[in-house]
């Protein structure tokens, strides 16, 4: 029974990996739009024609002379040896091979083992990739102390997650969550309104999204979150509920391994590539507050990124 049981569950992923593919090969593309398009990067003309932020992000990566690599990308090998400092990002180039997965997925010996393999390699964001880069050079120089360090990533790692959202939230409800179940995209769209209200409110609402996801990299204590972002941000609370709450989804795994080990692993190096890429900043260098309940400068900082991509 357990055998068939596990056998119904790989053909009911089956089925839904290929009807995901289907639905996002099936979004209609604009040729205007063609030579931004990265040859075999797989939805890259869907995303490019639906999201204006998924095409703002791809011309701020080239303004700075950003340039990619087709060359087959584990997430592994993604998390441990792709430079964040350096300007060139890898990607898989599996855009034909997954149309003719797609077409073809019966005449596959093990379709289930096919669409693993494929799925292995297909776990990369541009998106997400490119907006480290372009974010590095919007924020003023980083501090020296690996704790000041720490708190500098966070912040940029906040901004660039708080960008995912903004796509998932262009993308829609309808469309975002079969473009992230293909890892083309980290994060859906978000089921509150914010993002159909005013200028002004979308962009308050994003205040909250950059703090708490700041916090909840910081490890924060779930509980006492939405505490103090409503003391941050006041006279919001409707709006920071529903942030906080978006925060939260964040993978665990995540924030308690994966983002801990990478700055205990490279805190040393990344410090070093941001002087250097800093080195003309005029700036000086930044120092987030030891008490996050201080913030106040960190969302004139996040508005200047914003200003960029919106």
Known sequence: MAKKDKKNLGNTDLRNFLKDLSLAFAVKTEKKYSDLVLAEYPFDHELLTLSPIYRESRKLYLSIDGTFAPRVCSTMRSLSAQDLFKDQIDYSPLLSELLWFKDH??????????????????????????????????????????????RYLNFAESIVVTL???????????????????????????????????????????????????????????????????????????????????????????????????????????????????????EDAWYLPEDPLDFEEEFVIANRVFDYFL
């Open 105 to 150: 997925s019966n005449e596959v010996v093990d379709p289930a083992a096919m669409m693993k393999s494929l799925s292995s390699y297909n776990e990369i964001s541009l998106f997400h990739e490119q907006n480290h880069r372009i974010v590095w050079r919007l924020l003023p120089p980083a501090p020296q102390e690996q704790r000041d360090f720490c």
């Open 164 to 282: 995912d959202l903004i796509l998932g939230d262009e993308l829609g409800p309808k469309v975002s969550p079969v473009f992230e179940r293909m890892k083309a995209i980290y994060r859906p769209g978000g089921e509150d309104k914010w993002f159909h209200q005013s200028k002004k409110e979308y962009r308050q609402y994003l205040h909250a999204l950059v703090y708490s996801t700041y916090l909840v990299l910081e490890l924060a204590h779930h509980d006492d979150i939405l505490k103090a972002v409503d003391y941050v941000l006041p006279n919001q609370k409707k709006i920071n509920k529903d942030a906080v709450q978006r925060a939260l989804e964040l993978s665990e795994l995540f924030t308690l391994n994966t983002n801990q080990q990478w700055q205990q692993r490279f805190w040393k190096q990344a410090q070093s590539r941001l002087a250097l890429l800093h080195k003309a900043h005029p």
